[in-house]
């Protein structure tokens, strides 16, 4: 077995292959010297600890003397600085990790060579049964195969350099400078008793403003050390070779080609931020080390190795990518209150939350809360929100769900129990699927409509009954028009497929199929957008007259307002189209009819795609103007979605991965957002709302599968404030039902007789 790369994945592999099958012949090549490494400092988990303790104790028998443990972070801003405890950390030297891992290998027959260059790859692979590549982010064995591997390196945004300095910090410390250049951070960490990690980050344009592109190594440690003296008490900084660099995410499509197989770094990486580097590559060296022992064939090893690392490494990097975007975009988070700020910090990567950080820190939590302005045991999930004339009681929003089950256009029944039973499960507001404004503005047959005065009427229904069984939730009406997405057929009968029969003519910004070789929509007319317009403002009449308390426009999704919005699907020539101001006008005539005939003391909310996941399409600087116009023109709230505008978008899912879009526009617009996207738990919305990345949390799939999520989440949170009221049928089931005896139901066993005792 051969190995490229002496880092920690790359010997820990090593050691474990040997220790495995001791007739294994493992030969390790590292070009540089033993002691020559990057970085200063490793942190290692309690999981990884405990790992490496069951995969070799001795390995972790050696660790533990080198291991400094604390439990604190600090957050250091504007002068003030707070501490969140336990989060139990470990670290130690990366030269003493090495030194133990050089010393597990030699004793366990693994031939060492370091100061020499491995073989050529394509020799490797003829000549050894299995080639580990452990060579790093820049990894000459990937580069290699880079046609089998299909790698993909993406730069990022910031610079940063690593350095140490000769003391212990007493806690993990982020500190923030805010300078004449911008805003720059610093991430310090204790890794010995007499020495710490300081990474300092900052913009590649604060960078250079700050002049930090000048070639003087010195002179950037010695500034470095002037801008976090305080932190520092006033210390020297040290480099070992440090340089300026960006930061690189490394996905590769594929991690084995044949016999080789990528390992670490070399295979993906996962932002500093996080801490998770060393972590992920010694996790991967256990995984492909018990994989080998499991298999009977390197085949078969190698794919169940991937196939187990895979998912878990892609949810670090979207952990990792989070933390480094919150980072990348640390001037707009600034401005926080600063517990806020620091409650923010913590939770970035979206692995800590609310209820992680209650458990660590209940008093830093308290703090943060009370900051906020949560009444004492009210979480933030349940305080009120103000929009307009409209009080919410809570944050919680029932996502717009469409039904598909509307005959002509009216609400029935399903419609009446569906929102109705979410509506006495206690969320602050219920929307409506998107309604549409007139029978061509469906999307599919059993699409909702608010065009007749019939379906009018069976909308006050559903409101008369929400208004009077659940008193203090609110009811509000999506309006929208379906556009070149239109005259499909309902979503479980084929989503997005044209209708086998009894098609209806699409209109859209530009005559563009949805989908290739979809229908063609004619391209809409002055005389066409005023027809348009009139009918929502009609429909906005209906509803206002249907008793709805709130009503959205919907400008995302790629429906018809949606299409004039974005650069992909309006191709116009005339003042409706070419610049954003331009295909901003047609949805702003709509929002401005539509306000006008609304209750002026009645919220009116936008939904937008704040990106299209799309070469070429609006992307989250667009958004944030869009919502700008829109909040300038008497919008109370953006409700901030993203995609589903092309038919060829490549999402990047993930847990509550659309709500940094709601973020920037909360910061950057100055008005209240609606979050969305795959918030999935109450701790979610409470981390969301307490950060200060939301106003409003708007959940769709977890109340199809709970009606009563909001007050199951009161109940498991122990609240039973105005935030989440049980209506009086109900209360009974306010707790939960008891799901067997309390006690152990077998026979009592007899004491057991301690021979010899005293």
């Known amino acids: 077995m051969a190995i490229t790369g002496g880092g920690p994945g790359g010997l820990y592999a090593a050691a474990l292959l040997k220790r495995l099958a001791p007739d294994r012949e493992v030969t390790l090549w590292e070009r540089n010297p033993p002691d020559d490494t990057f970085g200063f400092g490793v942190v290692l988990s309690d999981e990884t600890l405990g790992g490496i303790a069951d995969a070799d104790p001795e390995i972790r028998a050696a660790l533990d003397p080198a291991l400094v443990r604390w439990d604190d972070i600090d957050i250091v801003h504007r002068g003030v600085r707070h501490t969140c405890g336990g989060h139990a950390f470990a670290a130690l030297a990366r030269r003493r990790l090495l030194r133990i891992l050089h010393t597990r290998c030699r004793s366990l027959g693994v031939d060492l060579r370091f100061g020499a260059p491995a073989p050529d790859p394509a020799r490797l692979a003829r000549s050894y049964d299995l080639v580990v590549a452990a060579d790093g982010v820049h990894s000459a064995v990937r580069a290699a195969h880079a046609p089998a591997f299909r790698p993909r390196l993406t730069p990022h945004r910031c610079r940063y350099i690593w350095l140490a300095a000769d003391f212990a910090l007493d806690a993990f410390r982020f500190e923030i400078a805010e300078t004449g250049a911008g805003v720059m951070q610093l991430h310090a960490y204790p890794y010995a008793p007499d020495a710490s990690t300081a990474i300092v980050e900052m913009r590649e344009e604060v960078w250079r403003a700050a002049g930090f592109d000048a070639p003087d190594p010195a002179a950037s440690v010695e500034r470095c050390a002037a801008l976090f003296a305080d932190a520092l008490g006033g210390r020297p900084l040290r480099s070992h070779r440090s ?84 980072f990348e975009d640390l001037e707009r988070h600034v401005a926080r ?41 009210t979480p933030p999930m349940f305080t009120p929100f103000r929009l307009r004339g409209l009080t919410l009681r809570n944050r919680v929003v029932v996502s717009p769900m469409d039904m598909y089950s ?11 129990v569906h929102l109705g039973a979410r509506a006495l499960g206690g969320a602050g507001l219920v929307m409506t699927e998107m309604v549409c ?49 239109g005259s499909t057929r ?19 910004a530009s005559p563009l199929p949805y989908r290739p070789g979809g229908a063609v929509p004619r391209e809409l007319t002055r005389a066409g957008l005023t027809a348009i317009r009139e009918r929502f403002t009609e429909a906005a009449a209906r509803a206002a007259r249907a008793g709805f308390d709130l009503l959205e426009l919907h400008c995302a999704h790629g429906y018809l307002l949606s299409g004039f919005l974005s650069p992909l699907t309006n191709h116009r020539t005339d003042a409706y189209g070419g610049s954003p101001e331009r295909r901003l006008r047609f949805p702003l005539e709509v ?3 539509v306000r006008e005939v609304w209750p002026g003391d009645r919220p009116m909310t936008v939904r937008v795609s704040a990106t299209d996941w799309a070469e070429g399409g609006i992307r ?31 999402p990047e899912f993930g847990r509550s991965y659309q709500t940094p879009y709601a973020d920037r526009i909360r910061a950057e617009a100055g008005v209240p957002v609606i979050a969305v996207g795959a918030i999935s738990s109450w701790d979610d919305v409470n981390s969301l709302i307490l950060a200060g990345r939301a106003d409003l949390c708007a959940l769709g799939r977890p109340h199809l599968y709970d009606p009563q999520w909001t007050l ?21 089931g306010s707790r939960p039902p008891r799901t067997g005896r309390p006690g152990p139901t077998g026979p009592r066993s007899a004491p057991h007789r301690v021979q010899g005792g005293g």
């Open 406 to 416: 509307a005959t002509d256009g009216v609400p029935g029944d399903l419609h009446l």
């Open 620 to 650: 989250a600087e667009d958004a944030v103007a869009v919502a700008r116009a829109f909040a300038a023109h008497g919008a109370d709230a953006i409700d901030v979605s993203t995609g589903q505008v092309v038919s060829d978008e490549r």
């Open 337 to 377: 209150r600063p517990r806020q700020f620091a409650f923010d910090l913590l939770t970035r990567s979206r692995r800590v939350t609310h209820g992680n950080l209650r458990l660590r820190d209940p008093a830093f939590t308290g703090s943060v809360e009370r900051e906020f302005g949560c009444p004492d045991g």
């Open 243 to 326: 340089a300026w660099t960006t930061f690189r995410t490394v996905v590769n499509e594929r991690w084995s080609h044949g016999n080789t197989v990528l390992l670490g770094d070399a295979a993906h990486t996962a932002h500093f931020s996080i801490g998770s580097g060393t972590k992920l590559a010694v996790e991967d060296a256990l995984a492909l080390a018990a994989c080998l022992d499991e298999h009977p064939t390197v085949p078969a090893a190698l794919a169940a190795y991937e196939e187990e690392r895979r998912p878990v490494v892609a949810s670090a990097q979207r952990a990792a990518g989070a933390s480094r975007e919150w």
């Open 490 to 508: 309902r979503m479980w009968e084929g989503m997005d497929e044209p209708l086998p029969e009894g098609n209806w003519p699409l209109s859209a």
């Open 712 to 732: 199951h989440a009161a109940a498991e949170q122990g609240y039973a404030g105005p935030g989440a009221v049980w209506p009086a049928p109900y209360r009974a």
């Open 437 to 485: 404004v007139s029978p061509e503005g469906r999307i599919t047959p059993g699409c909702a409509g608010l065009y007749t005065e019939h379906q009018g009427r069976a909308w006050r229904r559903i409101t008369r009954f929400v208004h009077e069984n659940a008193p203090g939730t609110a009811i509000g009406v999506q309006l929208g028009h379906s556009g070149r997405k």
């Open 591 to 593: 929002f401005d009819a």
